[in-house]
């Protein structure tokens, strides 16, 4: 027996169509096709059948029909505890087909995503589930599948236009845009293909035709249609110059002309490429220079995503997200991925061998689109992607007339001051052959060729090095070989710089020198001395000097002894307080260098927060604390994460522990929880022994019980914080609990006394001349939301005001909830397009942070744009969501425009239709109604 869920609900046994009779085994086998796998409570199933009033004898006909299915209609359903289960493979579904083939799809060639995507379109029959979509049970399953229908038809069109079949391609979206009308993507990429097709004026047509559609809504094109019609108005796509993400290499490439040239022609062709090689052959100076070469071809340029740094694979995906400058696009890392595929786009992953399993989850997601992402990879071994394609990387050349390994050694050592006169050929051939070409080894002699003579430095290669083993031998070999050449180069150096060498491992990230100075205990001309002998690189961005270590480097060092415990100790200590110095800077005036310091630092503060909770959980403890404000300040969910992880070892009633408490308080409370995050908060104000862990304690309540609607609870929870300010001398923190009351009053209604109190907290930050920009902006956001009610154009000077000051801060957490305000007023004052437009920014904004209680503010200032421009139905189903679903309380001049919105909903759809579609609200969570609130704003009035 097989199911059809792509097209009227349908079963079919040996390939024909068997007719379910009676409409109540329809709609009983519909749900439980939807909720295949999942044990449906009977309740559900009785609502679904009989609506809100079912007969006294719905329960014993719910198990007639079910027992019909079973026996007449051969349905694999068994009855379990309070519910039955459909156990049916997903091979006899047709909708499961259809989502494995577009995932393989998204796994190979171009070619062959083709072949996967037509045979998947073909499995449908019409909409998903027919008239059964209807019911609420199904409907969302039924949305789902519709809407992968249409990505999918947008990939196929990508695949297309990707494998040169460009005027297929306007075939499958001009029938694409034929049924969704509103759908932007599609005309942007309509547009493309049409110019790619050779038929530029028909494509600055396509976006004239989606401008008329969306003019109906009375919405604006988007930035990426605007640039479609640019593009077809110049006959092609732009040639764009690199970004600035690329390092510029401090010397030439010697000896790679035939690889360049390979790899170039390679990233012309396939989807993934992966330079494969041992460490020090050069595999991140051929890519970067491919890169390069590379950037004006790409529409979007380029992204270097160096993960040299990561020692854990699950910070992979962020890191990925972070380079790719993904944070605005909305969703899970995985979906921020997927779309990026869909970019003409270069991406290369350098040093991927370390979390291989990670780096090729992370490109799967990058390929899955099919669409012009490019992916060039380093490692030392195979990704073992689908479609990957290797490039192996050798040692340079040693033999011949002219061989790269001399050409190299050569201009490095000149380069180094090695000679006035040219060297002897054979000389110099005999130091590579030692090394057997590879580069970096031989960047390292040529270095030493400064004070070595050649005759010498070939002596103390054949006794040093002499057992060196091919470097393409196998990994061992690999190994063996490298650290040979380190312990070779270690031996020429002195103490201090053999020393410095030994123990630098222990940091993870590029650092400052005065990083390196207190933890290795180190003369600052030490490592200054090691970066002329290539075992250290500088790293400088935006003026500032950092020290790295090449991975390559790290490797043999850590081979030869692991790092001291001793050393680990200093070096978490030492970042426990550049932690806590930045964390005093981010309550003055020099907060932005403060965050852009730890977000600089991020790597070594992981490395010293990992190790600290092993070993000292109250060291982590305390780094957890340092670490609060600006975590929450910049919604970092990695670094609140790390507190959650203590939970294991620090027991909840050990004061040590009490900071990181607050941590995770603070993030379940972002993440929606709000009962989990007052109950940890309340634990660590117990608990606790340091007032200023009381303090942030006493934050996290003020913010739930605001969630709550509690303003006399919140109000003064922000007194007590103010308190505990003062005894502390910490005005920061004195201007936050005084924010608490004033936002009470104004979300009480009570105008008048929200201003006065402004003004008395405006006085008092007079006496605080360095107060830091986020305090600033805190201020001019609690102004706006004083006058939204009443004077919305002093509101949105203020909230602008807000935003401002936020970006300059990098307080993100106060951008987001600035930007959610604004655009409220702007959806019921201005506007509508712009309005559109706000809240679609500030929806990604929130979905990509993951922070689902400011999500659910967010959407129910969105109902009344909704409602505003026309979208009933999308309107109600999210009023549904927000006020239905659950989370945090809506309350005072919200709650009010929210009811106003449902009276005026009801009167236009009718009591009936509206309960139904808020009852399909209220079974979605906020980030599937967000995604069905931002395809409503897209799609307007008739797609909603």
């Known amino acids: 027996m097989e199911v059809g869920v792509l097209g009227p609900l349908e079963l079919r046994e040996d390939g024909r169509t068997v007719e379910v009779l009676g409409t109540q085994q329809r709609a009983l086998l519909a749900v439980l096709v939807a909720r295949r796998g999942r044990v449906v409570p009977a309740e559900v199933l009785v609502e679904a059948l009989w609506g809100e009033e079912p007969p006294r004898t719905a329960t014993h006909t719910l198990h007639t029909h079910a027992s019909r299915l079973r026996r007449s209609q051969g349905v694999p359903l068994r009855a379990v505890d309070g519910g039955y289960l459909l156990e049916l493979e997903a091979e006899r579904v047709d909708g499961a087909r259809f989502e494995a083939l577009v995932a393989g799809a998204a796994a190979g060639p171009a070619t062959e995503a083709v072949r996967l995507l037509e045979e998947a379109l073909a499995l449908w029959r019409g909409p998903a589930f027919g008239r059964a979509a209807d019911l609420v049970a199904v409907r969302g399953e039924a949305l789902r599948l519709d809407e992968s229908r249409s990505a999918a038809r947008e990939q196929l069109a990508a695949a297309l236009h990707a494998t040169g079949r460009a005027a297929d391609a306007v075939a499958v979206l001009e029938a694409l845009v034929a049924d969704e009308p509103y759908r932007e993507t599609a005309w942007a990429q309509l547009a493309r293909a049409l110019t790619a ?90 890519a970067l220079e491919v890169a390069r070469r590379r950037a004006q071809r790409h529409r979007s340029g380029v992204r270097l995503v160096e993960l040299a740094t990561l020692t854990d694979g699950a910070a992979v995906p962020a890191a990925t997200v972070a380079a790719l400058e993904l944070s605005g696009e909305g969703g899970t890392t995985s979906t921020m991925l997927r779309r990026a595929g869909t970019l003409d786009l270069l991406v290369v992953l350098d040093n991927c061998e370390h979390v291989i399993e990670a780096v090729a989850a992370v490109v799967e997601d990058l390929l899955a689109a099919g669409g012009p992402l490019r992916v060039l990879a380093t490692s030392r071994e195979r990704l073992e992607v689908a479609g990957e394609r290797v490039h192996a990387v050798a040692p340079l050349a040693v033999d011949g007339t002219d061989p790269a390994a001399r050409r190299l050694f050569v201009e490095r050592a000149r380069a180094a001051g090695a000679w006035t006169t040219d060297p002897e050929p054979a000389d110099v051939d005999r130091v590579v052959r030692e090394l057997d070409g590879l580069p970096l080894a031989i960047e390292m002699a040529a270095a030493r060729a400064a004070t070595v003579g050649l005759a010498d430095l070939g002596d103390q290669l054949e006794v040093d090095l002499a057992r060196l083993e091919h470097p393409g031998r196998g990994s061992a070999a690999r190994h063996r070989t490298l650290a040979s050449v380190i312990a070779w180069s270690s031996a020429l150096l002195d103490d201090a710089e053999r020393t410095v060498l030994a123990d630098w491992p222990v940091f993870a990230g590029p650092v400052r020198p005065a990083d390196a100075a207190a933890v290795l205990e180190a003369a600052a001309e030490v490592p200054d001395r090691l970066v002329r002998r290539s075992l250290l690189a500088l790293d400088v961005r935006d003026g500032r000097t950092r020290y790295r270590m090449l991975h390559t480097v790290r490797s043999a060092v850590l081979d030869s002894a692991p790092v001291r415990p001793a050393l680990r100790r200093r070096h978490a200590e030492w970042f426990l307080d550049v932690a806590r110095q930045a964390d005093a800077a981010l309550r003055t005036s020099a907060e932005p260098e403060a965050c852009a310091l730890l977000a600089a630092q991020v790597a070594d503060l992981r490395a010293a927060h990992a190790w600290a909770r092993n070993t000292d959980p109250a060291l982590a403890a305390r780094l957890s604390g340092a670490l609060h404000v600006h975590a929450t300040g910049t919604m970092n969910d990695e670094i609140l994460g790390w507190a959650a992880r203590l939970g294991p070892v620090l027991a909840d009633d050990d004061p040590q522990g009490a900071a990181a408490q607050v941590s995770v308080a603070a993030r379940l409370v972002v993440g929606g929880e709000l009962r989990a995050g007052e109950h940890r908060a309340r634990r660590a104000l117990e608990v606790a022994s340091d007032d200023r862990v009381r303090m942030t304690a006493l934050e996290v309540l003020g913010d739930v019980a605001l969630y709550d609607g509690r303003l006399d609870d919140s109000a003064a929870l922000g007194l007590r914080v103010v308190e505990l300010a003062r005894s502390l001398g910490d005005p920061h923190y004195v201007m936050t609990g005084l924010s608490y009351p004033i936002l009470c009053a104004s979300y009480g209604g009570r105008y008048d006394e929200a201003r006065e109190l402004l003004a008395r907290t405006r006085e008092e930050m007079d006496r605080f001349p360095d107060l830091g920009p986020t305090v600033l902006g805190n201020l001019a956001y609690t102004a706006g939301e004083i006058e939204i009610e009443h004077r919305p154009a002093v509101a949105l000077a203020h909230l602008e005001r807000a935003t401002t000051l936020a970006e300059q801060s990098g307080c993100t957490f106060l951008g987001g909830v600035a930007r959610v305000s604004a655009s409220s007023v702007r959806a019921r004052h201005g506007d509508p397009a712009a309005a559109m437009a706000a809240f679609d920014e500030v929806v990604r904004w929130w979905l990509v942070r993951a922070n689902r209680t400011h999500l659910v503010t967010t959407l129910r200032n969105l109902v009344d744009l909704l409602e505003r421009v026309g979208a009933d139905t999308a309107a109600a189903e999210l009023w549904g969501a927000v006020v239905l679903g659950g989370g945090s309380v809506s309350f005072g001049a919200e709650r009010a425009r929210l009811d106003g919105a449902r009276e005026r909903l009801q009167s236009r759809l009718g009591a009936d239709r509206f309960a139904e579609l808020a009852d399909v609200g209220a079974t979605l969570d906020p980030e599937t109604a967000a995604r069905h609130a931002l395809s409503a704003m897209a799609s307007g009035p008739a797609g909603a």
Not at 199 to 222: C, M, W
Not at 225 to 247: D, H, I, K, V
């Open 197 to 286: 097709a050779g038929r530029p004026a028909d494509g600055v047509a396509a976006v004239a035709r989606a401008s008329a559609s969306l003019d109906e809504l009375g919405l604006r094109p988007s930035a990426d249609l605007r640039a479609a019609q640019q593009e077809a108005l110049r006959g092609g796509p732009a040639r764009t110059t690199a970004r600035p993400s690329l390092p510029v290499p401090a010397s030439t490439l010697v000896g790679r002309d035939e690889d360049v040239a390979a790899v170039d022609a390679l990233v012309g062709t396939e989807p993934l490429i992966t330079l494969l090689g041992p460490g020090g052959v050069g595999k991140t100076r051929l």
